[in-house]
């Protein structure tokens, strides 16, 4: 498929450190082990792949979200239970809550999503397909 996203890839400082929490996410949201190699590993859903790599090239060891460069990574969530879940979930496994205040519309009053970060920075969105619309 022409302009379909073939994977991604996380330069990130501490591979070790980073293993746990993403590991844990990507598993819960159904991506399957693909790669491993000194300095790599990655993960697969359908035909898209994402690679985290402590590449030998970084040119520094701090990720900034709010920098140009990129923000966070969105992953499509089926339930907004399912979102609760992985929320409550998020913190033992190595995430951070973003925006606990407002949860889970942070987004809007149209969206259903929790909004993680890991140790090094990285962001990422967990956007539920299916919601109850938010209390007025």
């Known amino acids: ?31 399957q082990p693909f790669q491993e190699w000194q300095g790599g590993r990655s993960w697969k859903h359908g035909d898209v792949y994402l690679v985290l790599e402590q590449s030998p090239a970084l040119s520094g060891e701090v990720h900034d979200r709010l920098a140009p460069g990129l923000n966070h990574l969105a992953f499509t969530v089926d339930t907004s239970t399912e979102v609760d ?25 149209a969206s259903y999503a929790a909004y993680l970060e890991d140790a090094e920075g990285y962001e990422v969105e967990l956007s539920a397909s299916h919601f109850p619309p938010a209390p007025d």
């Open 1 to 31: 498929m022409t302009g379909g996203l073939h994977h991604i890839e996380l330069w990130i400082p501490d591979l070790d450190g980073a293993l746990r929490p993403w590991g844990w996410l990507l598993g819960e949201l159904g991506w």
């Open 85 to 109: 879940r992985l929320w409550a979930e998020a913190p033992a496994n190595g995430w951070s809550p973003l925006f606990a205040d407002r949860y889970p519309h942070a987004g809007g009053p």
